[in-house]
Every structure is written in C-alpha cells, then in structure tokens.
C-alpha cells in the first residue's frame, strides 16, 4: 500500500473508534495467532551427520556432485563437533569491554514528557529482599550473511572446504525474516529479556547499499541495529551498579502508537570489562490498564518467548563496565490518543533488573516504574528520535508490516536532532548510509 | 554526565558457516511444515533432507536474500510430488473451502477466561488445509503474502483471502468459546 493509502487509513482509525477498535481486534487475534504457533512443538530432528544418509528402504538418486558433497560432508561431520562460537565485534568504548548481546528485549517502554525533552532516567529504588531471579531466555548469536564468502562455486564445496563447523546443539534462534508481533499485554503482562546484544547487522547492512544493494531482508535485525549507536545515558547514581533510561512518546510511524525505550548502562569500573553485576536479568511487567498490546522492534532476531518465567536458575549473564544496553518497543494503548494529541495513558509498566554484585553478593533487584503522559515525537529527546529513525530504517528495508508511514525519507527528518559534532561521526554516517539506500527502496 | 564518542568501529568480516546456521536454525521448522502437507513425519524429514542438498548443489549467492523462502518453496514442491505419487493429492481451487468432517462436538464453553495455546491450534487444525497452510506461513513462519504467493504459487490476492477468511472464522470460533 502507498503512503497516501497508508495515512487515509490512519486518518480513518483516529476518527473512528469502531474501526480502531476492529483493526485491534484483528491484532490481538494475530498475535494470539503468533503466540500459539510460536508455542507448537517444533518435531525431533535427525543430527547432521545422519542428514545426508538415505532414508530406510529408498534409494536415492546421488548425482555425482552430490557424492563428492556427500562424501566431503561425512568426513567434515566426523570430526569432534564443537559449539560454533560466533566471534563479535568488539565495541569500541573508551572504558567498555566487548559486548556480547542477544538481542531479545520484548518490551520496551519509552515515555516522553509533553514538557521540553527530558529523559527520565531512574535513579535505583531501594533494593528489596532478596528474590528468586528469573531466567531471560536465550537468543541467538547470530552472524549476518558474509556478503564476502570466498570463492567456491557452490556451497557444497563450501562446505567441503572445512570452512564450517557444524553445532552439536544449536541454541541459536531461527534465521530468518522473523518479525515480532504484537502479544497481547492481557495475556501476557510479563517479560524477559536479555541484557546481550549483537551489533553485526549494521555492517552488513552497509557493506550491501555502498554496493548499490538492498540489503536482504533477513540481514536486516533491527535490535542489532539499535544497539550499535551510543546513546547519553548518564552515569549510574554513586553506589549503584547500573542505571536506567525509560522514554516514551508517540511513535512516528504510527502516532496513535507508543514508542517505549529503555537502556541500561553500567557503571564505569577501575578496569575494562570489569563485571559490575552479574546473573543480570530484565524484566518488564506491562500493565494490562494501560497497555492493549506490545512488540519488541528487534525484527530478524527470531521469535521470542513471550513468557520467559522464571525458573529459579540465575541467567549468567554479567554487565560489565560501561556497557549498555537498548531497547525500544511499540505499545498499542487501551486508549488512543484524542485529536489534541494529549491524553495520559497512566503507568504503562515497570522495568526491573534482576542481579547480584560482583563476587558472593546475594540477589537483589531494581524497579523502574514507567508513566505515560502522552508526549508526542515533536517532543521526545534528539536520541530518542534517532534511535526511532534507526528502527525506522530497519522497518523500511525488511518491508516490514508494521512500518506504517515510515519511509526512508521521513527516516532521515528523524534522525536530524540526534545529529551533529556532539554526537560523534557515527551518526553522520547512518545519515548518509539512509541516503544512499534511499534509491534502493522503492 | 560524560560521554566519551568513540570513533566508528571497524566490524571484521563476517565469519562463514551461512550452510550450517541456516541448517540447524530451518531444519525443524521446515520438517513441521513439510509434516503438515504430507501428514507424516518421517517422510518430511526426507522431504527436508532433500531440499537441503539441493541447497547445496546452488551457486554461492544464488539463493542470496531469500534462502527461507527457498527451502520452503523447496520443501512444498517436493511434498506435493510425494502426495501426487502416493495418490493421496488434494488439488483445491483458489478459494475453495474443504469440507472438513467434524471432529465432535463443537468446544464448549468450559473454557477458561485465559486462553490457551493448545487451544488456538485446536481451533486452527479444524481449517481447511489451505488455509491452514497460508496461516502457518504466515503466522508461525512468518513469510509475507508474497512470499506465500511464490512458495504457495497463489496470488496475492488469493493468500489475502485465504488469511482473511481463515482468521474470521478463527476470531468467531474463538469469541464462541468464551464464557
């Protein structure tokens, strides 16, 4: 659908709120869809090294290069078989440690202040007694495609060459143009998600339009992209291990939406990759008053489990010095916005870390409660608008169905607050990579 | 507050291994999908298998961008050749319904207020197979209904319908089910 189709059907849900409430009937029903779907047992599979052995009783017909695959393959499958271990990038910080994300951030809330942008970041409530953490599910580590594959013919001698080693046991997420739905907050008012983030798709990404190429849709991970850009998030409060940055404000894609951030940011230690916390989990509580339904912009990072419950067992996951976090979701309220744009949604939801201190300490959390007072874009902070206009461009290049008016040209009008010396060359260049991939989409 | 802004980073080449990610990340769920058509499991993995080395009889970059949808297409195609030799191939018009025998006596209103998963997919077996196959790529697999149309060979328009048509009558028999 074009953009002028698009803004008459938005127009048409703000003025009618027997339409508004069909299309998020018909949401719910999707992401109802999407969660039991997601739920069905996924059948027991053959190991690889049985992949390439026929089937009992068939014969199969082996042309001769699929011989010299197959042959090449059994001997490759042989070997000891070792977790493939994805190397990432380093994040280059002046203090941080390398990063290992998993982007998997189901909700993300952002409020933004109808008054003169102003973050609300969250000083750490008093700790409460000591409680069982919940375990964030896993995501995957992923790599994009290597758009620079050595030269090989086909991929079975790719594969013959030695260049891959099979995982015993994948726990990586599905590959894939996955995109995440909405679930309904009634159902499922609860969720996890982890405090690793992979920042490879942004290079892929590039390396695909300087060469003139719309970037595949499944290179395109959006939470990837988000957590490759800094943002300001000041420093923990003294004494704290970390701190919070709730934000909120209209989506600009789809004003009648919420837009929610959250980042999180760990204290600066003596050291590089010193650990400030560890076992950290993160965890957001949507209130059902509040909230019809969410979605994790983290599009290509597979599905997630939308009832990541705790299971006792502490995550592992450790938050090491200076590093962050971010994560955006988009909220469909119980009430939509009035023609003046300015209604108070209430608490849309509590952020909380779940962690222990470094060494022997014991379990201990934070809370962030998050309120909505109905603050527009127009008004939300230059960095909340850029990483908006980031989830923007990755919507638009995996065509997603939630983008709504976005396009790659109002992507760039995003971008432009958050832009400028302050804010490092980084961000100069994602304007000119949305640019350039401008010509691409069409 | 401080923030230093370090310079771009310079993100090293991508490591290989595209073959077994995408391996290890599809080969279930396309064997559940391939299940589905052929209504047996061991005949999907073989359906799976097959698509796979063809996969890997493909020029690098061949399948570039659209590899998922590849295999699934793959899949289907190899699955319906399997029906048709087994003679158990159903052919349907663009937007025929399938009269599916009832299975019993319709869900009751026992229910409770929250729904469950094992019920959605109870409610979604009782669809005609090709609405339940355009439902599974859509909402479990999550193609686009472009993508439905080349895997399914359908129009676009038709997959519209089909979804259309499918999630109607999943939000009334779920709406029934409510106390």
């Not at chain 1, 992923?142 to 594959?149: E, G, L």
């Not at chain 1, 980031?390 to 919507?395: I, W």
């Amino acid at each position: 659908m074009d953009e002028a189709g698009c803004a008459a059907i938005e127009a048409r849900l703000r003025d009618d709120p027997a339409a508004r409430a069909a299309v998020e009937e018909i949401r719910a029903t999707a992401a109802r869809l999407e969660a039991a779907l997601a739920a069905e047992p996924l059948p027991a599979v053959a190991a690889p090294a049985r992949v390439l052995r026929p089937s009992e009783g068939r014969l199969l017909r082996w042309p001769r290069i699929y011989y010299l695959a197959g042959t090449l393959a059994a001997a490759c499958f042989a070997v000891v078989v070792v977790v493939h271990q994805t190397r990432l990038p380093e994040r280059e910080k002046s203090v941080a440690a390398p990063v290992r994300p998993k982007i998997e951030a189901n909700v993300r809330v952002l409020e933004a202040k109808a008054a003169p942008a102003a973050r609300m970041t969250m000083a750490a409530n008093a700790p409460a007694a000591g409680e069982n953490t919940e375990r964030a599910e896993d995501s995957a580590h992923r790599n994009a495609v290597n758009q620079n594959a050595p030269e090989a013919k086909t991929m079975a001698s790719q594969l013959a060459a030695g260049s891959m080693a099979m995982a015993s046991t994948p726990k990586h997420r599905p590959m894939g143009d996955q995109t995440m739905a909405f679930v309904r907050a009634a159902d499922h008012p609860r969720a996890a998600f982890s405090i690793e983030v992979d920042t490879s798709s942004y290079a892929t990404v590039r390396e695909s339009i300087a060469h003139g190429k719309r970037p595949a849709g499944e290179t395109v991970r959006i939470g990837e992209l988000l957590n490759t850009f800094h943002y300001g998030y000041p420093p923990p409060s003294a004494g704290e291990a970390f701190a919070a940055s709730l934000e909120v404000a209209a989506a600009p894609w789809a004003p009648e939406h919420r837009l929610v951030w959250i980042g999180l940011n760990a204290r600066v230690a003596g050291e590089p990759g010193a650990t400030v916390a560890r076992d950290v989990q993160l965890q957001v509580a949507f209130n059902p008053a509040h909230v019809a339904t969410y979605r994790l912009i983290a599009d290509g990072d597979g599905r997630l489990s939308m009832n990541a419950m705790a299971d006792g067992r502490d995550s592992g996951d450790e938050f090491t010095s200076g590093e962050t976090v971010t994560v955006l979701y988009e909220i469909v309220p119980v009430r939509a916005m009035t023609p003046a744009g300015e209604a108070e949604h209430g608490q849309l939801l509590t952020f909380r870390v779940n962690y222990r201190e470094p060494g022997a300490g014991g379990p201990q959390h934070r809370e962030f409660p998050l309120p909505d007072r109905g603050g527009s874009f127009a008004a939300a902070s230059a960095d909340f608008k850029f990483a908006a206009a980031v989830a923007g461009f990755g919507m638009v290049l995996r065509d997603s169905p939630f983008k709504g008016t976005a396009t790659l040209a109002k992507v760039e009008d995003w971008t432009l607050p958050g832009v400028g010396a302050e804010f490092g060359d980084e961000r100069e260049a994602f304007v000119a990579l949305v640019r350039r991939a401008q010509p691409l989409v069409p | 507050m401080s923030t230093d802004r370090p310079p771009p980073r310079d993100q090293p080449d991508e490591p290989a291994g595209f073959l077994e990610r995408t391996f290890a990340a599809q080969q279930a769920p396309l064997t559940r999908y391939a299940a589905r058509l052929l209504g047996d499991a061991d005949r999907a993995r073989d359906v799976v298998q097959d698509a796979f080395v063809k996969l890997m009889a493909q020029p690098a970059g061949a399948v570039e961008g659209h590899v998922v949808e590849w295999l699934f297409t793959v899949c289907r195609h190899r699955a319906l050749d399997v029906l048709r030799k087994e003679g158990r191939m159903k052919t349907f018009a663009e937007g025929e319904v399938e009269r599916v025998p009832a299975a019993g006596s319709r869900p009751g209103r026992e229910l409770e207020v929250a729904e469950t998963h094992a019920a959605v997919l109870r409610l979604i077996d009782r669809l005609p197979p090709n609405q339940q196959e355009v439902i599974r790529l859509k909402f479990q697999n999550g193609f686009s209904y472009k993508e439905i149309s080349r895997i399914t060979t359908l129009s676009v328009g038709n997959v519209g319908f089909l979804i259309h048509t499918a999630v109607t009558r999943l939000r009334a028999d779920f709406a029934a089910q409510q106390p």
